[in-house]
């Protein structure tokens, strides 16, 4: 990772003391910056001058962040809507108020909050509208609310908003053993839902734990083992791999069943366009809504509604608010497979790509994480 550092200066305004941020001048942000599709080790490191918020706008100090499979996808170019290089990733976070914005009240600073940002939060200081803000329990680390920000919002809305599972349902979750996946599972045995999870034979023994009939992904009749757990067909799919094996996800539901897509995890790594596996899948899924089968197949985008802004956030503090409450209440896990330091963005990346892990890599401030903490997620340079 390339490190480089802003010149540094006082910045001048002309506010007056009743519309000025609550900021000090002096403070300096790292920002992990993404420059183009680049390896890992070409993330760079960047230190500037920390954002001032405006009207309607808070400062967050970060104390976590994630990787999720949306940077993953970013740094290949891959991500369906993702901006123009370079930009700065990091799709949620969680942190304290360190300053506010005009229009904001200032008994906010020193609160802890999460906020869904999508890109931006892959830094130490961010600006985000207070009325995105969802505040974090006391008794709740920040890594541990972390995991629950984007994955808790997504799990909740797709059991819960899109699949409308039910006690005794039976549901298949593929890739149970990661961020939206661990969620998934826990949030559907809280409602009393059955649950057979796909992933490596490494992760089984956890998923028992959970209450989870795990399956090998690897094997090669995958879907002819899922049949013979539940012959009668699933309530629901949640299937984040998307490519060809959807079809065989589509199958898999009994009359009245919902396949929930939210990902195309099998197309990570092909080449050519970002949009043309999404735009098949997003075909496919209509045409199977137009057949009369009496099964429904949806694509799940945590960001759908924000144009109705109110309702939007609405929904997601509410929904977000219930994870966190069932996380206080020790009813969910927090599966933090790794807490990293922002500076080792690289390492975070390549842990979290390695599929090794169970859970989701967290990113926290340099100061935060203990030595022999970090697993070994392979070399990085710095200038």
Same mark, same amino acid.
């Given at each position: 990772?390339?490190?480089?550092?802003?010149?540094?200066? *006082?910045?001048?305004?002309?506010?007056?003391?009743?519309?000025?941020?609550?900021?000090?001048?002096?403070?300096?942000?790292? +920002?992990?910056?993404?420059? /183009?599709?680049?390896?890992?080790?070409?993330?760079?490191?960047?230190?500037?001058?920390?954002?001032?918020? /405006?009207? #309607?706008?808070?400062?967050?100090?970060?104390? %976590?962040?994630?990787?999720?499979?949306? +940077? *993953? &996808?970013?740094?290949?170019?891959?991500?369906?809507? *993702?901006?123009?290089?370079?930009?700065?990733?990091?799709?949620?976070?969680?942190?304290?108020?360190?300053?506010?914005?005009?229009?904001?009240?200032?008994?906010?600073?020193?609160?802890?909050?999460?906020?869904?940002?999508?890109? /931006? #939060?892959?830094?130490?200081?961010?600006?985000?509208?207070?009325?995105?803000?969802?505040?974090?329990?006391?008794?709740?680390?920040?890594?541990?609310?972390?995991?629950?920000?984007?994955?808790?919002?997504?799990?909740? &809305?797709?059991?819960?908003?899109?699949?409308?599972? +039910?006690?005794?349902?039976?549901?298949?979750?593929?890739? %149970?053993?990661?961020?939206?996946?661990?969620?998934?599972? &826990?949030?559907?045995?809280?409602?009393?839902?059955?649950?057979? #999870?796909?992933?490596?034979?490494?992760?089984?023994?956890?998923?028992?734990?959970? /209450?989870?009939?795990?399956?090998?992904y690897r094997d090669p009749d995958l879907h002819g083992r899922l049949r013979v757990l539940a012959p009668n067909g699933v309530r629901a799919v949640f299937d984040h791999v998307g490519g060809e094996g959807v079809v065989d996800s589509f199958r898999l539901l009994a009359p009245g069943g919902t396949l929930v897509s939210y990902g195309t995890a099998s197309t990570r790594d092909a080449a050519g366009s970002s949009k043309a596996p999404v735009l098949k899948l997003f075909a496919r899924l209509a045409m199977w809504n137009a057949m009369p089968n009496s099964r429904h197949a949806h694509f799940f985008n945590i960001w759908a509604g924000k144009r109705r802004a109110a309702a939007f956030r609405e929904r997601l503090r509410t929904d977000l608010g219930q994870v966190f409450a069932l996380l206080a209440e020790g009813r969910i896990r927090p599966q933090v497979a790794a807490r990293v330091p922002l500076s080792r963005a690289a390492d975070a990346m390549r842990l979290a790509e390695s599929g090794t892990v169970a859970g989701k890599v967290v990113l926290v401030p340099d100061s935060e994480v203990l030595e022999g903490e970090v697993p070994d997620g392979g070399r990085t340079s710095e200038a």
């Open positions: 990772m390339r490190e480089t550092h802003a010149a540094e200066h *006082q910045p001048t305004s002309t506010a007056t003391t009743e519309t000025a941020p609550v900021t000090t001048a002096t403070t300096i942000t790292t +920002e992990i910056v993404l420059p /183009g599709v680049v390896e890992v080790d070409g993330l760079e490191v960047r230190h500037v001058a920390a954002p001032t918020p /405006g009207r #309607g706008e808070v400062l967050l100090a970060m104390e %976590a962040t994630g990787v999720s499979f949306a +940077e *993953q &996808q970013m740094r290949r170019g891959k991500y369906y809507d *993702q901006p123009p290089f370079p930009f700065v990733p990091g799709y949620d976070l969680v942190g304290r108020v360190a300053a506010t914005g005009p229009g904001v009240d200032p008994a906010l600073a020193g609160r802890r909050f999460a906020a869904l940002t999508k890109t /931006g #939060g892959w830094a130490s200081h961010v600006v985000v509208a207070a009325a995105d803000l969802v505040e974090v329990p006391d008794s709740v680390s920040s890594a541990d609310a972390e995991t629950l920000v984007v994955n808790g919002i997504t799990a909740w &809305q797709m059991l819960h908003r899109t699949a409308k599972v +039910e006690a005794g349902d039976t549901i298949v979750v593929l890739g %149970a053993n990661g961020g939206v996946g661990s969620a998934l599972v &826990q949030l559907a045995r809280i409602a009393e839902v059955r649950v057979i #999870g796909t992933a490596s034979r490494r992760h089984h023994d956890k998923l028992r734990e959970l /209450g989870v009939t795990p399956v090998d």
